[in-house]
């Protein structure tokens, strides 16, 4: 190759390398403007969410606030939110649960297909029904291939009874896909790194050697001036 075709040879390269960065960036979801304490608190539904809030359990005006990354497909996570869940449920007039979707693809393929499916189920008001169920049946579908695990989130969207014409539209929709995107952008902005990962007022928590977050949910409680019986 002689120097004027090593040069054209660079101008292409560079042109091509370019335009990936630019589409890259085009395509990144700009969340600049959400602040820390916007991520430790319940987002409201707009239009880079897809118009769909964070799904919440307990009082707004709750003293404790748990937001939770996870991802369905993930075994820890399978262990650990129906804890949290149940924790919200228990405590619920001073404890608030935040769930976002973090679903890792890389190890997880069918994880970010559960998500859409749990967001399928909040747009008909069912989303902790199917969470419920897509962790409680995690084992059933985990390693499913495609047409096997949509009969099987189908299987569960029958069980609560959704429209499933509606639940097909959902799954495929830009406005659930937009919902996991956000969640996730919220997740790499706040330094998750892995599922499931917990903040408790803020707090990056560890959970015990069991799964839980209880002892930092009761220390948090006293800590807001709660009691809270050992």
Request: charge should be neutral.
């Amino acid at each position: 190759m002689n120097k004027k075709s090593w040069i054209i040879f660079a101008i292409i390269v560079v042109a091509i390398v370019g335009g990936m960065v630019y589409i890259s960036t085009q395509n990144r979801l700009n969340i600049s403007d959400i602040n820390n304490d916007q991520l430790n608190t319940a987002i409201s539904a707009e239009s880079r969410n897809g118009n769909i809030a964070d799904h919440e359990i307990g009082s707004k005006d709750a003293k404790v606030t748990i937001i939770e990354y996870a991802d369905y497909q993930c075994p820890g996570c399978g262990t650990a939110a129906p804890k949290a869940e149940a924790l919200a449920k228990k405590y619920k007039d001073h404890v608030r649960l935040i769930f976002r979707n973090f679903p890792i693809a890389s190890s997880h393929p069918n994880a970010r297909a559960a998500a859409a499916v749990a967001e399928a189920a909040g747009l008909q008001g069912k989303f902790w029904e199917m969470n419920e169920l897509l962790y409680a049946n995690q084992d059933a579908w985990k390693n499913a291939n495609t047409t096997e695990r949509d009969n099987i989130f189908k299987s569960y969207a029958e069980q609560l009874k959704l429209n499933i014409d509606q639940y097909k539209t959902d799954i495929a929709s830009n406005k659930v896909k937009n919902k996991i995107d956000f969640d996730m952008a919220l997740g790499r902005k706040h330094g998750v790194a892995a599922t499931p990962t917990f903040y408790i007022n803020g707090k990056n928590t560890e959970m015990d050697s069991s799964g839980s977050i209880e002892s930092s949910v009761k220390e948090a409680l006293k800590k807001a001036g709660v009691e809270v019986k050992d």
